[in-house]
């Protein structure tokens, strides 16, 4: 550890901040205006360097590599208009919540569009002209385009920041931010504002894409490396702050030089690796930011709602139909396994079915009458199944015990992460879920010793009497039932009423003496133990686990399953996880571009059934009942109207 390699981590920490804070800042302009969570956001950034790896390489000897890279970021921008104009404008009135879907589903449909126009390898670009050297700093070596990039990002931030404060253009996005409505009503075409935001957002991402080509090569897992890094910095910062997003950006890429500098370190007699830290240090900063201040470094606090949620119907307890239907449907699982007795495949594919079955209901749970979005839900579901995994191994439970166990060792991480969590709410709770479900990811990808590490663990079989798939499926059938019937249980009881009453007016329900941070907890911990038991089910039936059970992707596949099934019906998150899983399946064995397929699919379902499809069969229910029910009160009105003359 040297004065001078501290100096030059420094500066590499300094030209990585530019790259990152050109993408923060698109997004931190789209979500201050537009409202939307933009998850495909990313995906411009993959685009944008793939783009110009093209450019240079066919119009880089005649039109030159500077202005190659800058065809490549207004290609991006132009991109990110059709986007807008022909997909994100017919959903502005959907739920907050279904606009992410949306955008999720175009990141699928972007990388399967790049895998197939350039391949699946890494592409890496030529050096730039006249900066291809290196330049001596304190006696090392340092590349002479990474200084390039040290001085760009400042000036960028510079041109933004004239083009919101001294054009009128400007004018109407920094007044969009404050009220969209009032711009409106003032007369400006709110659709071309959103458009033009919209395409300067992705065409500062397709920039910071473009200027990474002579730095590191192009591959495919860049969109959801960055947009997870994106969402960091703009929280850290602050929404809709581009100054705050730009010394957020600096701060946690400097602490992840440090971190590198650093190295290994012996603290008491311990030695510690703080180069493993970086893969959650950015996560850590975010947890720390939140916690500390809500709004981020340089954002405002929001003023307190006297409404909070949409308004939704309230809950009825299940009629005599549905209970006879949902027992028709409990029996035809129960007999599948003789239906399916010459096709294996069915059983295990079913077992997948209801343990994704199990896990989207504990996430409604929080998401739906609680009110609470969680995008890190996955650190429950892999709490579960590493909690169930290492109980048999190290401790050598039998596995019956295990599944007891295991939810409470989710539970107990639920019990933690969901006392910081509950302080927040929106966006902010979000984030804050997410960091913590990143920071368990890494501390189980990195513990070698104990969880595996990348390998993860294997050997986690079920007891000798489940050793057979059908016994399996009918134990996992029995326990999924018994999981989804104790959280719609646990809602239509005292508690449940009060925690949808704190979902719906915060203050109101404070008001009657409803403690409704207390009730969010223990909504978080029930959710969290319910998440486990579905991890804990997930680890036997495969035989191993992984990191992956924890991942962001994860979190992310159990969001896409509640909010295609319908966030407002407590039917939605199986059938969401049951329709989610069974595409996944059967789309993924049929094309070598499953996702593009599967992320078309949902964007024509998010496009057909904006309130999902449980919600939108619900509605369509509601009309066809409505004139019958019409029909019956005025009959009922006539013949009261008779014994009255009578």
Known sequence: MSFSGFVVQLLNGLAGASSLFFVAAGLSLIFGVTRIVNFAHGSFFMVGIYLAYTLVDKLGSSLGFWPALLIAALAVGVLGALIEVLLLRRIYKAPELFQLLATFALVLVIKDAVLWLWGPDELLGPRAPGLKGSVEILGRQFPSYDLFLIVIGPVVLGLVWLLLTRTRFGTLVRAATQDREMVSALGVNQAWLFTAVFALGALLAGLGGALQLPREPATLEMDLNTIGAAFVVVVVGGMGSLPGAYMAALLIAE???????????????????????????????????LVWRPWGLFGRPQAPSRYVGMQEEPLRRPGRAYVVAVAAFALVLAVLPFLTVNSPYTTVLMIDLMIAALFATSLHFIMGPAGMHSFGHAAYFGLGAYGAALLVRALHLPMELALIVAPLVAALGAFVYGWFAVRLSGVYLAMLTLAFAQITWAITYQWDSFTGGSNGLTGVWPSEWLSDKQAYYWLTLVLVGLGVWWLRRVLFSPFGYAMRAGRDSVLRADAIGIDVKRMQWVAFIIAGTVAGLAGALFAFSKGSISPETLSVGKSVDGLVMVLLGGIQTLAGPVVGAVTFTWLHDTVARNTDYWRAMLGAIILILVLLFPQGIAGSIKQLADRWRAPKEGEAEKTEAKAKLEEVKA
């Open 255 to 289: 602490i992840k030089a440090v971190c590198i500098w650093l190295g290994v370190v012996q603290i008491f007699g311990i030695d510690v690796s703080f180069s493993k830290l970086t893969l959650m240090v950015d996560f850590l900063v975010m947890a720390i930011v």
